[in-house]
Every structure is written in structure tokens, then in C-alpha cells.
């Protein structure tokens, strides 16, 4: 299972970036999804994730600003109200099992989000 990120860019403090997370493959059932992000020199951290049955969670810090969502198989996860502090490459996780009942964990490449003024 192939995952595909996108959506990321560069925005102004204050402003909004919807990320998208496609998954491409023989998908029987997802498990959870999520979206982590990591900075250089740091480790990668949870911002959002969601069970099969539409629970979320959220990092703390984030709480009220990024909302997880999903559409079949393709996650998202909109981000508003951005400050340079969520300048980061984020992440979509999947896990879940293929048609033929094999579990898998995929990641996706990674998309660059960066505040500045």
C-alpha cells in the first residue's frame, strides 16, 4: 500500500493548509491513520490521528486548529490559524490490513509546510 501526500506549502501566520493523504492498493481495512510532523534534529511527534471508527485524537498544543478527517481511503487534516511553529514536514501513517488479510504500515513521502511572514 502506496501512500500519496500532498497539499503542503508555505503560508503567512494566520493563514490555512489542507493536507491530503491518498492511498493507492489493495486495501481489505484500515486500522488507524494519522498524521505526524518532524522538524530537523527533532523527532518526529503525533499531531492527529483516527481509529476505524471515526475516534480522534489530537496533540494537545493542536487541539481546536487541525482537524483530522477522512474520505474512503484518502486522509486529511486541516490546519488553521498556522504560526511558524507548525513549520514542519508532516506525515500521513496508515495502518491497516490488504485483501489477501496481510497487515501493513505505510508512510507517506512527506509534505514541506512552512509559516513566515
Known amino acids: 500500500v502506496q501512500l500519496q501526500a500532498s497539499g503542503g506549502g508555505s503560508v503567512q501566520p494566520g493563514g490555512s493548509l489542507r493536507l491530503s493523504c491518498a492511498a493507492s492498493g489493495v486495501i481489505f481495512s484500515i486500522n488507524s491513520m494519522g498524521w505526524y510532523r518532524q522538524v530537523p534534529g527533532k523527532e518526529r511527534e503525533v499531531v492527529a490521528g483516527m481509529t476505524e471508527s471515526g475516534f480522534t485524537n489530537y496533540a494537545d498544543s493542536l487541539k481546536g486548529r487541525f482537524t483530522i478527517s477522512r474520505d474512503k481511503n484518502t486522509l486529511y487534516l486541516q490546519m488553521n490559524n498556522l504560526s511558524p511553529g507548525d513549520t514542519a514536514v508532516y506525515y500521513c501513517?496508515?495502518?491497516?490490513?490488504?485483501?489477501?488479510?496481510?497487515?501493513?504500515?505505510?508512510w507517506g513521502q512527506g509534505t514541506q509546510v512552512t509559516v513566515s511572514s
Open positions: 501513517h496508515f495502518d491497516g490490513r490488504t485483501t489477501n488479510w496481510v497487515p501493513f504500515q505505510s
